[in-house]
């Protein structure tokens, strides 16, 4: 599962996402961190989105064209089609090492951040949070 690849993807939508960025969370989610290959079956991912193969072939061909997602492997019978996402953002630094959990990260933040934030590391190791506003948040 890639959490870290949805990370990305969640941390790069836009202030409104629309209904493709759901599809392309859902990919991420799928996807290997490693490769950031997914490969979710159509059957799934029009179940999580509750829609029809019309739409979900609609999104898949706006997230391409937007450059959000690649078709590594196209769809054929008894084959599931493979999905890339290139990098699209890069995450900021945090205070977790190897061994901490996502949960760790989730429960030391404390939601005053935004997408548009900036991280910096000061010199006794504590992560800093400034959001637009000029506030410091600091975590961990």
Same mark, same amino acid.
Not at 42 to 61: C, N, Q, V
């Given at each position: 599962? *890639? @959490?870290?690849?949805?990370?990305?993807?969640? @941390?790069?939508?836009?202030?409104?996402? *629309?209904?493709? &960025? &759901?599809?392309?969370?859902?990919?991420?989610?799928?996807?290997?961190?490693? =490769?950031?290959? *997914?490969?979710?079956?159509?059957?799934?991912?029009?179940?999580?989105?509750?829609? +029809?193969?019309? =739409?979900?072939?609609?999104? #898949?061909?706006?997230? =391409?064209?937007?450059?959000?997602?690649? #078709?590594?492997?196209?769809?054929?019978?008894?084959?599931?089609?493979?999905?890339?996402?290139? %990098? #699209?953002?890069?995450?900021?630094? =945090?205070?977790?090492?190897?061994?901490?959990?996502?949960?760790?990260?989730?429960?030391?933040?404390?939601?005053?951040?935004?997408?548009?934030?900036? @991280?910096?590391? +000061?010199?006794?190791? %504590?992560?800093?949070? +400034?959001?637009?506003?000029?506030?410091?948040? +600091?975590?961990?």
């Amino acid at each position: 599962m *890639g @959490w870290r690849l949805a990370e990305e993807v969640a @941390w790069a939508r836009p202030e409104r996402p *629309g209904p493709e &960025w &759901w599809t392309l969370m859902d990919i991420a989610q799928d996807a290997r961190d490693e =490769t950031r290959q *997914g490969m979710p079956g159509e059957d799934y991912l029009m179940a999580r989105g509750k829609f +029809s193969r019309a =739409t979900l072939h609609r999104r #898949i061909k706006a997230l =391409t064209d937007a450059g959000l997602l690649t #078709i590594a492997q196209k769809a054929a019978p008894g084959r599931k089609a493979i999905y890339e996402i290139p %990098v #699209i953002h890069q995450l900021p630094r =945090t205070c977790l090492n190897g061994s901490e959990t996502r949960q760790h990260m989730l429960t030391c933040l404390n939601g005053s951040e935004t997408r548009s934030a900036e @991280w910096s590391r +000061s010199t006794d190791n %504590v992560v800093t949070l +400034s959001n637009r506003r000029s506030e410091a948040v +600091s975590i961990c």
